[in-house]
């Protein structure tokens, strides 16, 4: 054999196996070549998915969150302050949109997206409808035409009515960009391309960027087998655009199942360093002839290098694995630790310095007990799981996620303790708030009154308590819109519509109603009657959103109102028919016994015997004890009537106590019982003078009249008011009356003021009076405004106050008493009486020619002015009666005298009269008043008093008689 031959057979021998291990070599390196590039895509392809998970489920969170964190029931401008503190925060591909329910957008945290409408879209109205959160599709969004993923959740209404319907939708906007902005600046493998698509195989985003891809459909065998996939990863070889390519793809019903995701590698680029390999050995295999250790160095220097590019490849996928937000690490079968990215070591420190070591022991926080168990599991039956697990020893929170493969073990892992929290949050506040509710359900539905609670502006009743539906005897309609008829009648429950009622007033105008009483009909027809209130409810903006009523039956309380208000028109009726019928009386009761005073003091010249005096004494007292008598009664009479018209005016006190007490010193001095007044003599009160008088005079005659030993006093008290300069003012005047008699036991404290009621006189002693002095005091309280109190202590006495108010007047010191005009004369005053009366006339001629008068009689005007025009002589005084014949009064006699006169001639009106009529009168002209029936004393002071007085002046204001108690 040729050595050639030789050496050929040898270099073919020599060949033929290194060929043939060549091409079972480039054969088992393109094999590995394709099964690593498509391991390493499909694990690049469940990265990116996990990703995007990672993205929407953080979407739902931050759409759950705004929903629930109240953000939409905020109002406009909160609710957009809330949104550019998000802006700020979240990444650029995530926005927020709230809507109401028509759609329109009306807070974002993108001000382009403002006032877009969103009514029209499927998913928004979908939401609106379930309450659900609601995903969308990718689709092109103006204005900018990116393509983006909708959340949607609906958030209640501001009023927070359960089972109510929602106030609009929350928008969680997730654009495709999220894919160049986490991996735009990280290298990709040579002729690598990611590309997410919508359901209908349209390309939303792409890595690296071609925006002339966006939009365009994938190719149709691509976007067929991806469907076909049917929730498994497929990979597969399409020609593409005459290149062929490994794709490797996500169809919808994995991941978020709104997009597909598909990662495409150049099969050419990927195979290339074997192509080559295999091509630049084929073409110097010849030269494997000549040198086939250099051969075999050259091909071990291809294996080489082919390995080098295959690490290459390892190193560029680990860095694509180092730049997702999730911590990766990597276990071979035999639970040794291959890999780990930086946000592992930085979530487990100890996993520093894995590689190589034992993972059980590496990530004890992620395998401890169960979660341990559930990793084995997964690695024996190459299953993926998900869970969430807490460290034992951080006590924090992960959620994991394991896919196995041949070679070991994939972990992703992430940080779910805040969002844990959140979630434990969330439930306490939810359970919080479902107590709180139910306690206000419980209070709402054991309320003693009815409730009702609508919503504005629809009306719609949101809230009926029990009590209001056994009120109102059944359920109300569903909207506060039915209407009562013009009656104000409201039947079968519509009780609260139509604007007229309450609850239809607070929610249209914004009324609020306190206790209005409405007739009501129950369905059932029972009628009664309901005390109805309304309040409207405002948003913090100024808007109405409830109108809560309250209903109460008041049917007893307005049966005994009606009842009430009938007994007292009756008393009332009656009372004024007492009044009525003592003031008609009066003046016919005063009128005899007017007569019979002036006879009996006539009487007293012409009886002269002891007896005979004795007896005349005896009628006197008698007489001054049914005088009492009947001023008391018929003084009642006119207080209740309301005759008394008070005249306040400023005054000296001490005047009127001087008089008070020297009326009473000869009572006082016959029953020995010490007397005194502690005044301040320059005190001024304003007040009715004779009026006070009554009270003082009544309080001084009630402690006379109660008390046997010890005394009687007057005191004044000046609370505030006194001024240095003299003056008083701005302060009170306390008047005290007190004595040492029996007292008053303390049940009988407010009972005394009663008419009648009397104590320590069950004879019922008519010397002792009726027991109308106090009924008298308390009602001229009343009218003056002067109050009263009493102290008393049984067997000790009894201490009456009125507190009077001072009058800001200089004080003066009181006037001197002017001698009378007539005293000493020669000639004898002259006197013209007039009274309609002939018996009274004739007793008082006589009594003033007792006294030494000449006297003029007449029972008219017209005869009153013809006497004295026939006598020719003016007179010096004149007492005219005040009801004259024929509907005319004495004022009149006395004026036409006067202007014969020329001067004003000291002039009294005597009358029976009990009305105010005569005192108006009379006070016009500067006439007194004295009423009849008038003792002798009493006329003679008081006629005293106007004959002292210098002539041609005008008489005083009606003072009443000096020194003794007169009818008012």
């Known amino acids: 054999m040729p050595h050639y031959l030789r ?34 895509t499909l694990r690049l392809l469940d990265l990116l998915d996990a990703e995007q998970q990672r993205i929407a489920a953080e979407a739902r969170q931050v759409l759950a969150t705004i929903v629930e964190s109240g953000v939409p029931q905020a109002g406009p401008p909160d609710c957009q302050q809330t949104m550019d503190r998000l802006r700020a925060r979240y990444p650029a591909y995530l926005s927020v949109e709230v809507a109401d329910r028509e759609g329109r957008v009306w807070c974002a945290t993108d001000p382009v997206s403002l006032g877009v409408d969103l009514g029209g879209i499927r998913t928004f109205q979908n939401a609106l409808a379930t309450g659900a959160l609601t995903t969308g599709e990718y689709g092109l969004r103006y204005p900018n035409q990116r393509p983006i993923l909708p959340f949607r959740l609906a958030y209640p209404a501001p009023d927070g009515t359960p089972g109510g319907p929602p106030g609009g939708v929350v928008t969680v906007l997730l654009d495709a960009r999220w894919l160049e902005e986490n991996l735009g600046n990280r290298p990709l493998p040579p002729g690598m391309e990611m590309v997410i698509a919508d359901r209908q195989g349209h390309t939303v985003a792409r890595l690296p960027e071609a925006p002339d891809a966006i939009g365009q459909p994938l190719p149709t065998a691509m976007l067929q087998a991806m469907h076909a996939a049917r929730g498994t990863r497929s990979a597969a070889v399409f020609d593409t655009d005459g290149t062929e390519r490994m794709v490797v793809s996500a169809p919808l019903d994995t991941g978020t199942r709104e997009s597909m995701i598909a990662i495409g590698i150049d099969r050419d680029a990927a195979m290339r360093p074997v192509r080559d390999a295999m091509l630049f050995s084929l073409s110097l295999f010849g030269g494997v002839l000549l040198l086939t250790c250099l051969g075999a160095a050259w091909g071990m220097r291809q294996f080489l290098r082919v390995r080098d590019r295959m690490l290459e490849t390892v190193v560029e996928k680990a860095s694509v694995l180092e730049s997702t937000t999730d911590a990766v690490a990597e276990l071979d079968r035999s639970w040794r630790v291959v890999f780990v990215n930086e946000r592992a070591r930085t979530l487990l420190p100890e996993a520093g310095e894995a590689i ?57 892992f992430r940080d779910a303790t805040d969002r844990r929290r959140l979630e434990d949050e969330r439930r306490l506040l939810t359970r919080q708030l479902e107590a709180e509710r139910s306690l206000l359900t419980a209070i709402l539905d054991h309320l003693p009154s009815g409730l009702l609670v609508a919503e504005a502006p629809s009306g719609r009743i949101v809230k009926v308590n029990d009590t209001a539906l056994h009120l109102l005897g059944g359920p109300p309609p569903p909207a506060a819109g039915c209407g009562c008829d013009g009656a104000r009648t409201c039947n079968g429950g519509a009780c609260f519509g139509e604007g007229r009622c309450p609850l239809s007033r607070a929610l249209r105008q914004g009324e609020t109603v306190e206790q209005e009483d409405l007739p009501y009909t129950r369905p059932d027809g029972t009628a009664m009657t309901l005390s109805v209130s309304a309040t409207p409810v405002r948003a913090p903006d100024g808007r109405m959103i409830l109108a809560i009523c309250t209903l109460r039956d008041v049917g007893e309380r307005k049966a005994m109102e009606l009842a009430l208000q009938r007994a007292k028109e009756e008393a009332d009726e009656a009372n004024r028919a007492k009044s ?62 309301g005759a008394v018209d008070p005249r306040v005016e400023p005054f000296a006190l001490n005047s009127l106590l001087d008089e008070i007490a020297a009326s009473y010193a000869p009572i006082l001095e016959s029953k020995k019982l010490a007397f005194r007044i502690v005044q301040d003599r320059s005190a001024t009160v304003r007040s009715d003078r004779v009026l006070l008088g009554r009270m003082v005079r009544n309080l001084l005659e009630n402690a006379v009249k109660y008390t046997e030993l010890g005394a009687v006093q007057i005191a004044i008290r000046i609370q505030d008011g006194k001024t240095r300069d003299g003056k008083t003012g701005d302060g009170l005047a306390r008047i005290e009356v007190s004595d040492t008699g029996i007292g008053i036991p303390p049940d009988q404290l407010t009972r005394i003021f009663a008419e009648f009621h009397q104590i320590n006189n069950p004879e019922r002693d008519r010397a002792r009076g009726l027991g109308l002095g106090l009924a008298i005091v308390q009602r001229l309280s009343t009218i003056l405004d002067h109050p009263v109190e009493v102290k008393s202590q049984p067997g000790r006495g009894s201490v009456f106050a009125i507190t009077v108010p001072l009058a800001a007047v200089e004080t003066a010191p009181p006037p001197l008493p002017t001698a009378s005009l007539f005293t000493g004369g020669r000639d004898s005053p002259r006197a013209l009486l007039v009274d309609d009366d002939a018996i009274v006339l004739l007793g008082l001629r006589d009594m003033f020619r007792e006294w030494g008068y000449e006297v003029l009689i007449a029972g008219s005007a017209d005869e009153a002015v013809a006497k004295v025009e026939t006598d020719g002589r003016m007179p010096d005084v004149m007492l005219v009666d005040y009801r004259l014949r024929e509907g005319r009064v004495g004022t009149e006699a006395v004026v036409r005298v006067r202007a014969m006169a020329g001067w004003d001639v000291p002039a009294m009106i005597l009358t029976g009269e009990a009305g105010p009529e005569c005192e108006t009168d009379a006070a016009a002209h500067g006439l007194e008043v004295v009423r009849k029936p008038v003792t002798p004393r009493q006329l003679r002071r008081v006629l005293d008093r106007a004959m002292a007085k210098q002539p041609r002046r005008t008489a005083d204001s009606m003072t009443g008689a000096e020194g003794e108690r007169l009818p008012l």
């Open 580 to 641: 009525k019928f003592l003031a008609a009386a009066s003046h016919d009761l005063r009128q005899p016994m007017q007569s019979m005073f002036l006879f009996t003091g006539i009487l007293h010249r012409f009886i002269s015997d002891e007896q005979g005096q004795r007896s005349l004494e005896m009628l006197e007292r008698g007489l001054d004890t049914l005088k009492g008598l009947l001023d008391s009664l018929l003084d009642v009479s006119r207080l209740d009537a």
């Open 356 to 412: 190589g070591r034992n993972g059980r022991q590496t990530f004890a926080e992620l395998m401890a007990g169960e979660s341990g168990r559930t990793l084995q599991q997964a690695m024996e039956n190459r299953e993926a799981v998900e869970f969430e697990t807490q460290g034992p020893r951080s006590g924090v929170w992960f959620a994991v996620r394991a896919f196995p493969s041949r070679k070991g073990l994939a972990l992703y």
């Open 7 to 40: 050496l050929f057979l040898l270099l073919v021998a020599a060949v033929v196996p290194l060929a043939a291990l060549q091409f079972m070599t480039q054969h088992s390196l393109r094999q590995d070549r394709e099964n690593e590039v498509r391991n390493d």
